[in-house]
């Protein structure tokens, strides 16, 4: 099976604390730490604001691909627990008929973490 490339996104380490002064104040180890037990603690500072899993060059550190997974359902959010391929058989549509179904009954597939749009609505305008 072929790899899927997908951009290069680097997740800035939060920084707290105040300003840095010089080069020995900065310890980037305890700063990824620190990032750590926010991603272990569902800390919801540290996802990103607007519609999608990133802004610019930041990355959410929750958001993730599972390569092994058709194209358009590989998505996965950490911070929700679940990815694409488990929302569009679980996750209940209703359309304008007031009809529900799931995404897989109807062959679509729903769920939009794989595009690295936000499923979780967390920081969205």
Request: glycine share 10%; with cysteine.
């Amino acid at each position: 099976m072929k790899r899927q490339k997908i951009p290069k996104l680097r997740v800035p380490i939060p920084r707290t604390g105040g300003a840095m002064k010089s080069k020995k104040d900065y310890d980037r180890k305890g700063d990824k730490v620190r990032l750590k037990e926010e991603i272990a603690n569902k800390d919801t500072s540290v996802i990103p604001f607007g519609d999608y899993c990133y802004r610019g060059k930041y990355a959410c550190p929750y958001h993730g691909f599972i390569f092994s997974r058709p194209e358009q359902e590989n998505g996965w959010c950490d911070y929700l627990g679940t990815g694409d391929y488990e929302m569009n058989r679980t996750v209940p549509w209703t359309d304008t008929s007031g009809k529900t179904n799931t995404a897989e009954e109807l062959g679509l597939p729903f769920s939009l973490l794989w595009d690295m749009c936000k499923e979780c609505g967390i920081n969205e305008p």
